[in-house]
């Protein structure tokens, strides 16, 4: 295998290092070809472009293999907890019982979120959308932890309080979105409870309904969350990675993430899927009109939960909830959802259908993330929120690896100007 790439331009010869990550794939470094030779690449929506060394997340696309740290996504979401699994992503190895115990206590010590903040809850339009109330909250936490910027060493326990502050805020932020949106009052985490059951019982309890959550919806909220904690350099981890290369602070970062997320053909899509399933079943409409919908070359509709920027084969997240779908059918819980029935179809004929199997589109995370949701009571508005706490520390993971590394400098892509030349100015009288 050759470690070099040789491009020959203007008659000149130019060697680039071909580097190998550890899972034996191949990157070029073109650090110094604008210093070489003037040209700089082009590459809309980064298809090509590797932009940074990372260890914490490996995914072949083609073959459908998502690791963290070097684990199974299917070993993670079926055999760890979700503070592990944030454990895991942020310090790279899983914890000891030692570190189980203090990461706990850390996450329940910070859960509760500033008194002053909770106006902010009351006071936004009851249909605000819960993603725009979370990018604003997670980024005014940060006024009320000053202590982190006094000492932004990533190894240091006050980093530690910080990311776990992150984590548990989450979910308490979350609820009380929720809560405030339906004019309920807050209901507060509870200490003795695991991570899951803090975030149901806050969303779903109140002063005169018991709620205690099922084993079987913990379970599948757990994996859930694991399955959407990292996955390499999305747009939104990017984002987080970009803006704090600028220097700018976690929370910052992270609020940045959670508006990055929000789009539609990222974190949103999980919504959209479930808004596709409610369409077909109100407008009477058939799955295969649907499908035929998306494949019109003069509509630009698309498939929600169908199609992925780097997996050609099933997604293995989507395939880790498939094999979750029993025990929820089966838990007791779940109230016949016709959606279900709906999703089964349309995944049965996308997959054997010709223009899907060209363009290798298959069920993405978000396809059956959000009947999940739904089961558990989930308003549809809030998917994209629950993958942002599962998300939350991977972002974490990459802010300090960014923040670490000494090869980080201020993320600033170049561009190939095809705008107007050099003209004289036109005086405002002159101007027609
Ligand atoms: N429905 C119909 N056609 C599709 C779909 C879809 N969901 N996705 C891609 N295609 C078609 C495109 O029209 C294009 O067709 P063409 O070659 O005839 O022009 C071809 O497949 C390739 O499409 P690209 O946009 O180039 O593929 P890319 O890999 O860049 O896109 C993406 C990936 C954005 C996720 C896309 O598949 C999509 O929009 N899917 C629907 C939204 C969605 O589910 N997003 C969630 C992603 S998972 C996540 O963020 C966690």
Request: with cysteine; net charge negative.
């Amino acid at each position: 295998m050759a470690d070099k790439l040789s491009l020959l331009y203007n008659g000149n010869t130019f060697e680039y290092p071909v580097l190998q990550g550890s899972e034996g794939e191949h990157a070029v470094d073109v650090s110094t070809l604008r210093k070489d030779t003037g040209l700089v690449t082009l590459d809309y929506g980064y298809l090509n472009t590797g932009s940074t060394q990372s260890k914490i997340t490996f995914v072949d696309g083609e073959k459908g293999i998502l690791r963290y740290r070097g684990y199974a996504i299917e070993d993670l979401a079926t055999s760890a907890t979700f503070p592990e699994v944030a454990w895991l992503l942020i310090h790279g190895e899983l914890p000891t019982e030692q570190e189980v115990v203090h990461f706990r206590k850390l996450l329940t010590e910070n859960a509760l979120i500033h008194e002053n903040l909770l106006s902010f809850f009351r006071e936004v339009p009851p249909n605000a959308h819960p993603m725009g109330i979370l990018a604003s909250v997670m980024n005014a936490l940060g006024l009320f932890n000053t202590k982190f910027y006094d000492d932004e060493q990533t190894g240091s326990e006050q980093f530690n309080i910080t990311a776990a502050s992150l984590i548990s805020k989450i979910r308490t932020v979350a609820a009380f979105s929720y809560k405030a949106s339906i004019g309920e009052p807050f209901v507060y985490p509870e200490a003795d409870r695991s991570y899951c059951s803090n975030f149901l019982n806050m969303m779903f309890s109140s002063r005169t309904r018991h709620y205690e959550p099922h084993p079987v919806m913990e379970k599948i909220l757990n994996a859930l969350l694991i399955i959407h904690a990292d996955h390499e350099q999305n747009c939104s981890t990017s984002t987080v990675r970009m803006v704090g290369s600028s220097g700018a602070s976690l929370y910052a970062s992270i609020c940045a993430g959670v508006c990055a997320l929000w789009g539609p053909r990222h974190g949103g899509a999980n919504q959209a899927v479930l808004e596709t399933l409610l369409d077909i079943q109100k407008s009477g409409m058939t799955v295969e009109q649907v499908i035929e919908r998306a494949k019109s070359k003069t509509d630009p509709y698309r498939l929600s939960g169908f199609g992925h920027r780097v997996y050609k084969s099933y997604d293995p997240r989507a395939r880790v909830l498939k094999s979750l779908l029993n025990e929820l059918l089966d838990c007791g819980e779940h109230v016949h959802d016709p959606l279900l029935d709906i999703a089964i179809e349309l995944e049965d004929k996308v997959l054997k259908d010709d223009y899907f199997i060209e363009r290798k589109l298959y069920p993405n995370v978000d396809f059956y993330s959000g009947i999940f949701y739904r089961a558990m009571g989930i308003p549809t508005d809030m998917l994209t929120v629950m993958f942002a706490i599962g998300r939350l520390p991977g972002w974490i993971a990459h802010w300090k690896e960014m923040h670490d590394d000494k090869n980080t400098k201020i993320n600033r892509p170049r561009q190939l100007y095809i705008g107007e030349p050099a003209r004289k100015f036109v005086p405002r009288y002159a101007r027609g």
